[in-house]
């Protein structure tokens, strides 16, 4: 229930305020009516977040055409009835990224599009589930502004929007985004924030209930290196504040215009390094802004709090992991794809003049939907029956056949070299720029053509959270299973030395291992992603990875056609838009070196050469390694993590370097032990 008590009479309520002249100084206490409240009253107001749910509705998983209990706001939606029970006072935010993700959006934004009159599944259940306000992703950029415009009810007023255009259907909840704005206008792309005014219930100084009136103001954020993630999108079309500077501006209007309580909802994870306004996951200096009561983020598809967490992030001075505080603001991150409900549990006292939080009892959790047992929470059946449609005709479009394969491409041991679902996309990425060369830009035509594709699917998401393309006929699923995003292929020149740069920093996937050490050793540094782990898949060229060296000196014998790459040799090398624009902050990637930037998607892309191709094999298409682990002798063992029971396709991909040691690895989340020799 949206606060108290659950009735869409209190949306009518909500204020959305813009921008406007003056300033007001932030406080930490919550200014409130002095008339509607006795002084030493006390309430709870709990937030409750989503974030990152990528258009999982379902439990459900399109690219192997199977149930997946382990994700689906389906399940969340079990989550949150049960924490709306235990704190009536509340208010469910989503913190962007619920667009994109699944090929059942794809299929909403590309394939059969949503009218004017419709919304997408995921909103059509966030409206079933009475979400009260939302804020906006990098991906909800994906699809382009005409197409976000029109399904979140907007009026951009910008290029590429007609001004006639209808002002069509959207969510029922108010979304925010402030540091997005027009070109044409100056003024933000959506509401930058939004004042919520809800009743609470309140327990009095005599223990009595009471009535009060609270205005909760939502304010949002994105990252600001969308600009060049959806460069063909938005170029010339919007411009990205800081989100330090933004927040500055808005917190003090808000206050003024009535807030008692500020919520930021900033898609974004928490980086220590010195701020600059372009900076991707700014929370760590948003929580210093003086105004902000609570921080929900996300972007990072992690849960937060998490003692037990050992990435980076969570481990920066004046970030509580335990506790869900980062300098000192409650702040909550749940995770991705419905996996998890964040919940701030906001205790506040009333003093006489205005409330306060009670930060000593304050609490913050990220609950999963997996039960300690192992088992899932139930999905909630209403969310399955309104998008029945939706979900049927997605299953049809994914189903459509394309070719076919004798082996099977998975990426359960890519960290350790198969590259069985990794060499496949590096062919067709690396045959379209040739083709491109050739037809467009012969300036190049001497250059040798490179590609680099990553396994997007390591495990981060769980157990199932694999590539897995059985052999036989392959359907626009197993494309999709194989490229996980809706990019689109890019190409950039970039010489020996800047190649030398681009693998040292995929390299920083691995921890560095001792030589000398007998107590089992990590190979896997999980605080680099799986999908920033670019690999080469070329027989012209080979290299080694010497994981006993530290980050940046671990590329050796980087050869082309058997000779060693000089610093100034020339190549260009496909990728997608992602990557070649600044995505995971690879050294020299900026934009400034894109000569192909493509108008197809690089999944279009990887499903044209399969239709070519028709009969895929694995010794042409699926076994092809240009890296080796250099050979090293280490004590003890190199050990790893991935699903249970799949030794025999090491076997396949030719590593015989590879066992598996327990089946299960203790974690309590599934995952089997394995070990491989550095040796061979």
């Given at each position: 229930m949206?606060l108290?008590?659950p ?6 309520l909500?204020?959305?305020l813009l921008?406007?002249?003056g ?7 919550i ?5 509607a409240?006795p ?10 977040e ?11 998983d ?7 209990p382990s ?6 939606a079990?989550l949150?009835?049960?924490a ?5 006072n ?10 994109q ?5 794809d299929?909403q934004a590309?394939?059969a599009?949503?009218q004017c009159?419709?919304l ?21 950029f994906n699809y382009g502004?005409?197409y976000?415009?029109?399904?979140t009810?907007s009026?951009?007023?910008v290029?590429?929007?007609?001004a006639d255009a209808?002002?069509?259907a959207?969510?029922?909840?108010p979304?925010v985004?402030?540091?997005v ?5 100056g003024k933000?792309l959506?509401?930058p924030y939004s004042i919520?005014?809800r009743?609470?219930?309140a327990?009095?100084p ?9 205005k909760?103001?939502i304010?949002?954020?994105a990252?600001?290196?969308?600009l060049?993630?959806?460069k063909?999108w ?10 330090r500077?933004?927040a ?8 003024a ?6 919520v930021?909802l900033s898609?974004?994870?928490i ?6 306004p ?6 760590y200096y ?7 009561d609570a921080m929900?983020?996300?972007h990072s598809h ?12 969570f ?9 869900g505080?980062?300098?000192g603001?409650?702040t ?7 996996k998890?409900?964040g ?6 006292t009333y003093?006489g003049q205005r409330?306060?939080i009670?930060k000593?009892?304050t ?7 997996r039960?300690?047992?192992?088992s899932?929470v139930?999905?909630?059946?209403a ?5 029945a449609?939706?979900h049927?005709a997605?299953?049809g ?6 070719g ?8 359960y ?6 590259v069985s679902?990794?060499?496949l ?11 491109y060369?050739q037809a467009?830009?012969?300036q190049?035509?001497?250059l ?5 594709a990553?396994?997007f699917k ?14 036989g ?9 194989l ?5 689109e292929?890019h ?5 020996g030395a ?7 920093k995929?390299?920083e996937?691995?921890n560095r291992?001792?030589p000398?050490?007998t ?7 999980t605080?680099?992603?799986g999908y920033n ?16 060296r530290?980050?940046?000196q671990?590329?050796?014998a ?16 496909a990728t997608n838009?992602?990557?070649a ?10 934009g ?9 998607s690089?999944?279009?892309?990887l499903i044209a050469?399969?239709?070519?191709t028709?009969?895929?094999t ?11 682990f250099?050979?090293v002798?280490v004590?003890?063992?190199v050990v790893?993590?991935?699903a249970?029971?799949m ?9 015989s370097g590879?066992t ?9 989340k ?5 070990a491989v020799?550095?040796?061979?």
């Amino acid at each position: 229930m949206p606060l108290l008590p659950p009735s869409p009479r209190f949306r009518l309520l909500s204020t959305v305020l813009l921008a406007g002249a003056g300033s007001l100084a932030a406080t930490a206490a919550i200014a409130a009516n002095p008339g509607a409240t006795p002084a030493g009253a006390q309430a709870t107001v709990a937030l409750l977040e989503t974030t990152d749910l990528h258009a999982n509705v379902l439990s459900y998983d399109y690219y192997k055409l199977k149930a997946e209990p382990s994700i689906g706001l389906e399940r969340t939606a079990t989550l949150i009835r049960q924490a709306r029970a235990q704190y009536p006072n509340n208010l469910l935010l989503d913190n962007g990224d619920a667009l994109q993700g699944t090929a059942l959006s794809d299929y909403q934004a590309k394939v059969a599009p949503v009218q004017c009159g419709q919304l997408p599944a995921i909103y059509k259940a966030m409206d079933l589930l009475g979400f009260d306000g939302a804020g906006i992703g990098n991906h909800e950029f994906n699809y382009g502004l005409p197409y976000l415009n029109q399904v979140t009810g907007s009026a951009f007023d910008v290029a590429g929007v007609p001004a006639d255009a209808p002002r069509c259907a959207g969510p029922k909840f108010p979304i925010v985004l402030a540091n997005v704005v027009s070109e044409r206008s100056g003024k933000p792309l959506f509401a930058p924030y939004s004042i919520l005014t809800r009743q609470i219930g309140a327990t009095g100084p005599d223990g009595k209930s009471v009535t009060a009136t609270i205005k909760v103001g939502i304010i949002g954020f994105a990252p600001p290196e969308i600009l060049a993630w959806d460069k063909r999108w938005l170029d010339g079309k919007v411009y990205a504040e800081g989100v330090r500077e933004t927040a500055q501006k808005f917190i003090p209007l808000m206050r003024a215009q009535g807030a008692d309580l500020i919520v930021a909802l900033s898609h974004g994870g928490i980086d220590g390094a010195p701020y600059t306004p372009a900076m991707e996951n700014a929370n760590y200096y948003l929580a210093q802004v003086p105004g902000v009561d609570a921080m929900l983020i996300g972007h990072s598809h992690l849960p937060f709090p998490l003692a037990t967490s050992t990435v980076a992030q969570f481990n920066l001075p004046g970030v509580d992991k335990a506790k869900g505080t980062v300098h000192g603001v409650p702040t909550v991150m749940a995770s991705l794809w419905g996996k998890h409900l964040g919940v701030i549990a906001l205790h506040m006292t009333y003093d006489g003049q205005r409330w306060n939080i009670d930060k000593t009892r304050t609490t913050v959790e990220a609950r999963s939907i997996r039960n300690a047992d192992g088992s899932y929470v139930e999905a909630d059946p209403a969310v399955a029956r309104l998008v029945a449609a939706e979900h049927e005709a997605t299953i049809g479009y994914v189903k459509t056949p394309v070719g076919s394969s004798d082996f099977r491409m998975s990426s359960y041991f890519a960290d350790v070299g198969d590259v069985s679902a990794v060499q496949l996309v590096n062919q067709a990425q690396t045959d379209y720029v040739r083709h491109y060369v050739q037809a467009n830009l012969p300036q190049y035509a001497s250059l040798p053509v490179l590609s680099m594709a990553s396994p997007f699917k390591t495990g981060a998401a769980g157990v199932g959270d694999y590539t897995d393309v059985k052999p036989g006929e392959l359907a626009l699923n197993n494309a999709a299973d194989l490229y996980l995003y809706p990019n689109e292929l890019h190409a950039v020149k970039v010489d020996g030395a800047g190649l030398k740069a681009w693998l040292e920093k995929s390299a920083e996937r691995f921890n560095r291992i001792d030589p000398a050490a007998t107590a089992p050793q990590e190979l896997i540094n999980t605080g680099a992603a799986g999908y920033n782990f670019d690999m080469l898949t070329n027989a012209d060229i080979s290299y080694q990875i010497d994981v006993t060296r530290p980050v940046g000196q671990r590329i050796v014998a980087l050869n082309w056609q058997g000779a060693p790459v000089t610093p100034g040799q020339q190549f260009l090398v496909a990728t997608n838009n992602y990557r070649a624009s600044g995505g995971g902050n690879f050294p020299g990637l900026n934009g400034s070196q894109t000569v192909i930037a493509a108008p197809d998607s690089s999944r279009d892309v990887l499903i044209a050469y399969i239709q070519k191709t028709k009969n895929l094999t694995r010794a042409a298409n699926g076994s092809t390694r240009s890296w080796r682990f250099a050979p090293v002798q280490v004590a003890g063992p190199v050990v790893f993590h991935a699903a249970p029971g799949m030794i025999a396709l090491a076997a396949e991909a030719g590593l015989s370097g590879v066992t598996e040691l327990q089946p299960d690895d203790g974690g309590g989340k599934g995952f089997a032990l394995y070990a491989v020799d550095l040796a061979q």
